[in-house]
């Protein structure tokens, strides 16, 4: 039963478009969602997260909006670059619960010359 | 800079084997966690833990089990490895608490068991 998805695996995107990746979640007892991105061959690194009494958060190219009520979220990323194709992992947690955060399967973005 | 360090980059065993993956984090991070990584499965949590001596099951804790002797060091144990415990092993830590949820990751143990 996954609480954390994300629907497409992979995504490709031309260099210096638009990315954009989603999620959704089934909890509605999630309030704090984070965004991880990783490389081959190396541990995943914190990109931007959003709390729930927010409906968007930006850093740099990277922007995360958030729909509570459609229970969906999504990273955007302008421009695109080449830096930027690696597995994207959404994940979800509750504050008042216990310290773990859940993670979706993951999305493997391609920027394409 | 926080630094989550594991023992081994690459690892082969034998099925049968005990397998011991190390952990070490050097931001006095009260919190550690094993995941493992698998194509289309995402990252699985196995085991986390709290604080020293302290552990709590994840969702894939079958087949593993964890030692927290000290704060800063997290051990991941296969009593007897199989081969479908070939995979990508993270570790990560974070502090304890509310709002502090953002996890740090070391670069990954690939356990190939054959």
């Known amino acids: 039963d996954q609480q954390v998805k994300q629907n497409s695996p992979s995504l490709s995107v031309q260099e210096g478009r638009i990315s954009i990746l989603n999620c959704d979640y089934t909890?509605?007892?999630?309030?704090?969602f984070l965004w991880y991105k990783k490389y081959p061959a190396e541990g995943p690194t914190f990109l931007i997260s959003?709390?729930?009494?927010?409906d968007k958060n930006e850093d740099g190219r990277f922007t995360v909006f958030l729909n509570k009520s459609a229970k969906h979220l999504s990273l955007h990323i302008v421009p695109s670059q080449p830096g930027d194709s690696a597995v994207y992992f959404c994940?979800?947690?509750?504050?008042?619960?216990?310290?773990?955060?859940?993670f979706g399967k993951g999305t493997r973005l391609h920027i394409l010359p | 800079d926080v630094k989550v360090t594991q023992s081994s980059r690459y690892l082969v065993k034998r099925t049968g084997e005990k397998v011991f993956l190390e952990c070490v984090q050097d931001m006095d991070h009260e919190n550690m966690f094993w995941y493992r990584q698998d194509p289309g499965l995402g990252l699985r949590l196995i085991y986390f833990?709290?604080?020293?001596?302290?552990?709590e099951k994840g969702d894939i804790p079958e087949g593993y089990s964890v030692s927290r002797e000290k704060k800063e060091r997290f051990s991941l144990i296969l009593e007897s490895a199989s081969t479908n415990q070939t995979s990508m092993y993270l570790c990560?830590?974070?502090?304890f608490g509310v709002g502090s949820y953002e996890q740090y990751f070391g670069p990954g143990t690939r356990l190939t068991v054959t």
């Open positions: 994940a979800a947690s509750e504050i008042e619960g216990e310290d773990k955060i859940i």
């Open positions: 990560a830590s974070s502090l």
């Open positions: 833990s709290y604080d020293v001596k302290m552990k």
């Open positions: 959003i709390s729930s009494i927010k």
């Open positions: 909890n509605s007892m999630f309030d704090y």
